[in-house]
């Protein structure tokens, strides 16, 4: 998928994939696939879900708010990606979210330091304002 952002060997990142995305997700041995949209946000797959599962991939959706936090919802996904074959492909509307909670999740997992996540921010072009991934980082202080 030429838009995936490559987080680790096990996350990578996109925007709302399209039909012929997931396909080629499933040709590049994706096994997982983590929606963080809500069903009502514009430009959806109204039937991923199907199209995931009908291509042999895992499937997991969590809506996150993009412009609110959620501790609870942060950490069933967190929950969930632990839970997952890999490679997982995590997404939402343009990537704010995805890029957040692949980063949270890489931390949690290695025990990085908050300057080891800003810097991995740093190279991977992550938004480090995202409401996510600000708040986990006010508990990293």
């Given at each position: ?24 997700a ?55 990606i632990?839970?997952?074959?890999t ?55």
């Amino acid at each position: 998928m030429e838009n995936a952002k490559k987080v680790s060997d096990e996350l990578y990142t996109a925007g709302q994939p399209t039909s012929g995305d997931l396909q080629q997700a499933v040709q590049e041995g994706f096994k997982s696939v983590v929606n963080l949209r809500s069903p009502d946000e514009a430009d959806s797959l109204s039937d991923e879900q199907q199209q995931v599962e009908a291509a042999g991939l895992n499937y997991v959706n969590v809506p996150l708010n993009p412009k609110k936090a959620d501790d609870e919802l942060t950490a069933k996904v967190l929950k969930e990606i632990s839970g997952l074959p890999t490679p997982i492909l995590l997404h939402c509307g343009a990537g704010a979210r995805a890029d957040a909670l692949a980063l949270i999740a890489l931390a949690t997992k290695e025990g990085l330091s908050r300057e080891q996540i800003l810097k991995k921010a740093e190279e991977l072009g992550i938004n480090i304002n995202q409401p996510h991934l600000k708040q986990f980082l006010e508990t990293q202080e």
